[in-house]
């Protein structure tokens, strides 16, 4: 069974300019995250989907960073204009449905550095 | 609020001998806890995980948590620590956040050097 895919592995941008992630999640998996690693920290999340809706975006920074899966499958990360704190991994995980029983499987992450 | 606190940043261990990593965590039900490792440029691997029943959970590649509600603790635990052991170690718990959403809550992690 192939894992949760992501691209690019590396971006490096300098800052004010655009950047976009991209995952595929694990086949028939309904639920979808995005989570941002800062240097030193724990994962946080960022958005969650379930098919193609939002379940959460409470800590997304919406005046900045965008999301979306179109048919319930790939998604798409934007940040536009990057800022020099969005520089951490950008994890992406997907689990089978919603709820507490389920494994969340993570993907490699992109590591984006604004300079 | 739901919230995990690992209190060790770093931890150094020589190997073969044995490793116990601490996890605290705040929830007010019954929590899901985790524990992830991250070696470098890797995302993470799922450890192990309690839900419920017995309090002490086995996990893969010889590891071993025990669930504490007393204390609301979450340690990991390996007997005898292996080079290949070294990475970053989360503990997490789940919870059900906004719009009836679950997600995980990381703490922020330990590092551990195995050294000859």
């Known amino acids: 069974e192939a894992g949760v895919a992501q691209s690019p592995r590396y971006k490096i941008i300098e800052k004010r300019q655009s950047v976009a992630f991209w995952c595929n999640p694990i086949?028939?998996?309904?639920?979808l995250y995005w989570y941002q690693q800062i240097l030193g920290q724990g994962p946080k999340l960022l958005i969650q989907?379930?098919?193609?809706?939002?379940?959460?975006d409470s800590q997304l920074p919406k005046d900045r960073f965008s999301a979306e899966r179109l048919k319930g499958v790939d998604s798409t990360l934007k940040i536009q204009p990057a800022k020099l704190e969005d520089s951490a991994v950008y994890l992406c995980?997907?689990?089978?449905?919603?709820?507490?029983?389920?494994?969340?499987?993570f993907g490699p992450g992109t590591r984006l550095t604004v300079t | 609020a739901q919230s995990v606190t690992q209190p060790d940043i770093h931890i150094t261990v020589s190997e073969g001998a044995s490793l116990e990593l601490r996890c605290n965590y705040s929830?007010?039900?019954?929590?899901?806890l985790f524990w992830y490792v991250q070696s470098p440029g890797q995302g993470l691997q799922l450890l192990l995980k309690?839900?419920?029943?017995?309090?002490l959970v086995q996990g893969i590649k010889g590891f071993e948590a025990e669930f504490k509600r007393s204390q609301s603790s979450f340690n990991l635990r390996k007997p005898s620590v292996h080079w290949s052991d070294a990475a970053e170690y989360f503990c997490?718990?789940?919870?059900?956040?906004?719009?009836?959403?679950?997600?995980?809550?990381f703490g922020k992690g330990t590092s551990l050097l195995v050294t000859p």
């Open positions: 995980a997907s689990q089978p449905t919603l709820g507490r029983s389920y494994e969340q499987y």
């Open positions: 086949s028939g998996h309904a639920t």
């Open positions: 929830y007010g039900a019954t929590p899901y």
């Open positions: 997490a718990v789940g919870a059900i956040n906004s719009n009836s959403g679950y997600a995980l809550n």
């Open positions: 989907f379930q098919n193609n809706g939002v379940v959460d």
């Open positions: 309690y839900f419920s029943g017995d309090t």
